[in-house]
């Protein structure tokens, strides 16, 4: 059973680069969520879909950022330009809603450092 | 508004001690509680979940919690830790059907001393 995949699993950029993760969710569920998480601010919501839209994208922190779900099984989130304090770890994360309380299932993470 | 508190950043236990990690939340409707663990380099995998029914839930590798609705309360315990238990436990609180976010807390890192 194949769980939510990221890709890249590390990604090192040089600041003002363009950087573009991609995530494709668990078959069968209609949220997805981009998470990011650092030491000093921990786990914090970027944006989330549900079938496919935006529902809450308030936590994307700058026009620098934005993320897209194409279909039911892609997303993306791109950082253009980067800047070396959005490295982190990206989790992206899946759900389907209804079932088991919405039930939020993370990949591996991407991990990005911009030097 | 909807929080999460894990009032214990960090927690040292001796391995065959018994565990119990807090987590208190607020939201304005019926919870459901989540705890997730994240093991070094790794994603968050889900422990264990509470959305109705019997307040103690089981989860996998040995955890149980608690929900006290009195306590605004969902705190974890093992009977006895294992030293591959170390890792970040992170509690969440949502609203179910409708409402899809997680709220997470910040976490509370364990250390298991041999």
């Known amino acids: 059973d194949a769980g939510v995949i990221q890709s890249p699993r590390h990604e090192v950029t040089e600041m003002g680069q363009e950087v573009t993760l991609r995530c494709k969710p668990i078959s069968g569920h209609n949220s997805l969520f981009w998470y990011r998480q650092t030491m000093m601010r921990g786990l914090e919501l970027l944006i989330y879909f549900n079938n496919n839209v935006p529902i809450d994208d308030s936590g994307m922190p700058e026009d620098r950022f934005s993320a897209k779900m194409p279909n039911a099984s892609f997303s993306t989130l791109k950082i253009q330009p980067s800047e070396p304090r959005d490295s982190a770890v990206y989790f992206c994360?899946?759900?389907?809603?209804?079932?088991?309380?919405?039930?939020?299932?993370f990949g591996e993470g991407s991990w990005l450092t911009v030097v | 508004a909807q929080s999460v508190t894990q009032p214990d950043i960090h927690i040292t236990v001796s391995e065959g001690a018994s565990l119990e990690l807090r987590c208190n939340y607020s939201y304005g409707a019926t919870p459901y509680l989540f705890w997730y663990v994240q093991s070094p380099g790794q994603g968050l995998q889900l422990l264990l979940k509470?959305?109705?029914?019997?307040?103690l839930v089981q989860g996998i590798k040995g955890f149980e919690a608690e929900f006290k609705r009195s306590q605004s309360s969902f705190n974890l315990r093992k009977p006895s830790v294992h030293w591959s238990d170390a890792a970040e436990y992170f509690c969440?609180?949502?609203?179910?059907?409708?409402?899809?976010?997680?709220?997470f807390g910040t976490g509370t890192r364990l250390t298991v001393i041999p």
């Open positions: 509470y959305f109705s029914g019997d307040t």
């Open positions: 994360a899946s759900s389907r809603s209804g079932d088991s309380g919405n039930t939020i299932y």
């Open positions: 969440a609180v949502g609203g179910g059907t409708g409402a899809n976010n997680l709220f």
